[in-house]
């Protein structure tokens, strides 16, 4: 069993900056693909990050060259650091842990961006 737990949401200004954390607990999952994930109101949850176990990155077209994601391996900790933040990253987000049983979720955390 994998429990995330979120960190580091909530409001900012446009164009100004947030630093999301996840913290992993449990077993099975030290070194597996870690990510982010958010949903808007009334959309789908949408892909923001992935983050391999070596530090290789992906990320959607719309965060890219604004979003950074990384890990503390040592504390089974992922981050995204969010710059440049719009109206369009209001949302909630959601850190993932990819294991052999599945992906786990956190509970997410609110991010509003006022204009």
């Known amino acids: 069993q994998v429990q995330l737990v979120e960190s580091g949401g909530g409001l900012a200004q446009a164009g100004g900056s947030l630093r999301l954390g996840c913290a992993a607990s449990?077993?099975?999952?030290?070194?597996?693909?870690m990510g982010w994930y958010r949903q808007a109101p009334g959309k789908q949850r949408e892909f923001v990050a992935h983050i391999g176990s070596g530090g290789l990155t992906t990320y959607a077209d719309s965060v890219k060259g604004r979003f950074i994601i990384s890990r503390d391996n040592a504390k089974n900790t992922v981050y995204l650091q969010m710059n440049s933040v719009n109206s369009e990253d209001t949302a909630v987000y959601y850190c993932a842990v990819w294991t052999a049983r599945g992906v786990y979720w956190g509970q997410g955390t609110q991010v509003t961006v006022s204009s």
């Open positions: 449990g077993s099975g999952f030290s070194g597996n693909l």
